[in-house]
């Protein structure tokens, strides 16, 4: 029996990655033709221009030599050195890190960051192997990828299971192999090594500035608003804490297991206080609800902050929120964005939305290339008035061109590339 659960497992994500990587190219397409380009540049853009893929060998604590398969993938590099974070996960695969990179290129097309781009990720189960273990294996992989990647090429982040730690063993690795220090060549590291003020609460920041544009854009004050946050881990819990700190009211949270509800709002410093470290949180109280009910509630906003394809043509009629704000990738299909948007809900999508990240990324490694640290108002400052600009520009174009946001913001993160590829001579 429970060989047949983990096949279907297995073919509903090969089937999910496939929809991912699929959808993406539609909407890319759909943009670039928008936009008046030629099917030559979708053709440039629909994949990356380079994708890697290593074997790693890691000695275990056992003593036993273990492989593991890690990817880099580079999507596009006409603007700039390509940039994105590094997953570890069970369920990595290729098409996942192709289709992640190719949002990365968006994102920084949107927020205007003079780079393209880029992800990586390892197969693995970082919560069943030791300390020692994560070390050699993200040793391992800066070794694997070492050729492609640096400060002028690519620079890695941290995303799904990777934090600072890892980062910071990513750059000491990275600074040996080249014979001088490099913070340069990654992002998200601890303060103490090069890293950036504002960081680690970047992202659910970005979704925060995002949801607070939205909102004025409908008339509803974020004081009293009822939220529900789909997720509690890195952005999750952040984005649930900045909102409750204003005043919303979060009537709902959820991570990997089961979901909490109260109409009244949930304490959220003390679920902060009592979650793990991996964001779990609800296998510690009797009453709860299942994923479903939670993103039928109720409210006012909705934020999916969790995993891909939560929203589809089968829920998407059940959504009771006026305002949906993408803040995992790809949680909503093509199909849902348009029920969702003929129903007349604001949908910001999630290249817009979790778009802070990036951007405080891109702002640490200038810190990095100048030696010179700014203040975490300094960056707060800058990333909000990056952040509104791009809401703004993206909400214009739907507005203007008569297209929903996810569209309009696909129309502004690929023009920026696509025009780099044209001054550049490839297209």
Request: glycine share 8%; net charge negative.
């Amino acid at each position: 029996m429970g060989t047949a659960v983990e096949t279907k497992k297995a073919e509903q994500k090969v089937k999910e990655t496939l929809n991912l990587f699929t959808s993406t190219q539609v909407v890319i397409q759909d943009a670039l033709n928008k936009l008046g380009y030629s099917d030559e540049m979708y053709e440039l853009l629909k994949e990356p221009l380079r994708m890697l893929t290593v074997r790693i060998p890691v000695r275990m604590d056992s003593g036993e030599v273990k492989i593991f398969t890690g990817y880099r993938s580079q999507h596009n590099d006409a603007v700039g050195p390509t940039k994105g974070g590094v997953r570890f996960h069970p369920e990595v695969d290729e098409d996942e890190v192709k289709a992640l990179s190719m949002w990365m290129s968006l994102k920084c097309g949107i927020v205007d960051l003079p780079y393209g781009g880029a992800k990586g990720g390892i197969i693995c189960d970082p919560r069943t192997m030791s300390i020692g273990e994560l070390e050699r294996l993200s040793r391992g992989y800066v070794r694997a990828i070492s050729q492609i990647v640096g400060p002028t090429k690519d620079i890695p982040a941290p995303d799904v299971y990777t934090n600072a730690q890892i980062m910071a063993w990513m750059m000491d690795e990275y600074s040996h192999l080249r014979e001088q220090d490099s913070p340069g060549f990654i992002t998200g590291k601890p303060i103490v090594l090069g890293g950036s003020q504002g960081r680690e609460k970047a992202t659910a920041q970005g979704v925060v500035i995002c949801i607070v544009e939205a909102a004025k854009k409908r008339g509803i004050s974020i004081e009293g608003a009822r939220v529900v946050v789909q997720g509690f881990g890195n952005a999750g819990s952040f984005l649930a804490k900045f909102l409750h700190d204003a005043g919303a009211k979060v009537i709902g949270i959820s991570d990997a297991y089961s979901a909490l509800h109260d109409p009244n709002g949930l304490d959220i410093n003390y679920l902060l206080d009592k979650r793990d470290s991996f964001g779990t949180v609800t296998t510690q109280f009797n009453n709860t609800i299942s994923n479903k009910e939670l993103l039928e509630l109720d409210c006012d906003i909705l934020v999916p902050a969790a995993i891909s394809n939560q929203i589809t043509d089968e829920n998407a009629n059940d959504i009771k929120a006026a305002i949906v704000v993408e803040a995992a990738n790809g949680p909503t299909t093509i199909e849902a964005t348009k029920i969702l948007t003929d129903r007349g809900i604001l949908l910001i999508p999630d290249v817009l939305a979790s778009s802070g990240g990036v951007t405080v990324s891109y702002f640490e490694w200038v810190q990095n290339n100048q030696g010179y640290y700014w203040t975490e108002e300094e960056v707060n400052d800058k990333l909000h008035k990056s952040l509104v600009q791009a809401f703004n520009n993206v909400y214009d174009t739907a507005q203007q061109r008569n297209v929903n946001m996810r569209l309009a913001a696909y129309m502004v993160g690929v023009r920026r590339m696509s025009e780099a590829s044209r001054f550049r001579g490839w297209i």
